[in-house]
């Protein structure tokens, strides 16, 4: 069974500070992954996916993620973050189905 | 073009009563996804809309949970009765293509049970 799993439940910065958020999945076949945000009392929105091609993934708002197969991993990343990106994170995979398998979730916490 | 909308944003009821969460995908996406997230869990899902056909509904917790989608136009999702346990955010999401890409997300609607 395919699973997900984020290794840090909180992790505070500082403005201006790179951040990486670490994702971890298992399946034994080809995967989709995402990363979504969740912005205090609003619902989910797609930061970026990785369907297939480059395994560097640029999404909205300057994260990247780059997709490592034989580490199996998503990492989640920002050169310098905002104020405003405080928000909680979550990876996500899909086996081709149409069921996303989500991690626990992330709370980045940036402070001035 | 409208997202996805969800309501109530929140709702608060006594354990045995029925609850009756909405979703309204947006227009002419034909698949239609709960899920849930329990207090300090993974966000999980239920279950899985083409038009008003289930597709899949895997995770539904147990026959307390009743998800309709008459005419494949909005979906409710009904619990009853509601016990302690189902407290937790439960989210819809649609999408025009099927494949676990290409989901919109709803805001959620916040489920106490007391």
């Keep these: 069974a395919q699973s997900v799993t984020q290794l840090d439940s909180q992790v505070p910065v500082f403005e201006e500070a790179p951040v990486e958020l670490r994702c971890n999945y298992s399946s034994s076949v080809s995967v989709y992954l995402f990363w979504y945000v969740q912005y205090p009392n609003q619902g989910l929105q797609l930061l970026l996916k990785y369907l297939s091609g480059s395994t560097l993934v640029k999404g909205i708002n300057g994260f990247e993620a780059e997709f490592n197969k034989s580490q199996t991993s998503f990492?989640?990343?920002?050169?310098?973050?905002?104020?405003?990106?405080?928000?909680?994170?979550?990876?996500?995979?899909?086996?081709?189905?149409?069921?996303l398998i989500f991690g626990k979730g992330t709370t980045l916490s940036v402070s001035s | 073009e409208a997202g996805v909308t969800q309501f109530p944003s929140h709702s608060v009821i006594e354990k045995g009563q029925t609850v009756t969460l909405r979703c309204d995908p947006i227009s002419g996406h034909d698949n239609l996804y709960w899920?849930?997230?329990?207090?300090?869990?993974?966000?999980?899902?239920?279950?899985?809309?083409?038009?008003?056909?289930?597709?899949?509904e895997s995770g539904m917790p147990n026959n307390r949970f009743l998800a309709e989608r008459t005419g494949g136009t909005y979906s409710t999702l009904k619990v009853q009765p509601a016990e302690l346990e189902d407290s937790g955010v439960y989210f819809c999401a649609s999408s025009q293509v099927t494949g676990g890409y290409g989901y919109t997300f709803g805001s959620g609607t916040r489920l106490t049970v007391v």
């Design chain 1, 75 to 99: 990492h989640l990343r920002k050169p310098s973050v905002h104020i405003s990106d405080t928000a909680e994170y979550f990876c996500a995979v899909s086996v081709g189905g149409t069921a």
């Design chain 2, 35 to 56: 899920y849930r997230r329990v207090m300090g869990k993974e966000i999980k899902f239920l279950l899985h809309f083409v038009k008003e056909s289930k597709q899949d």
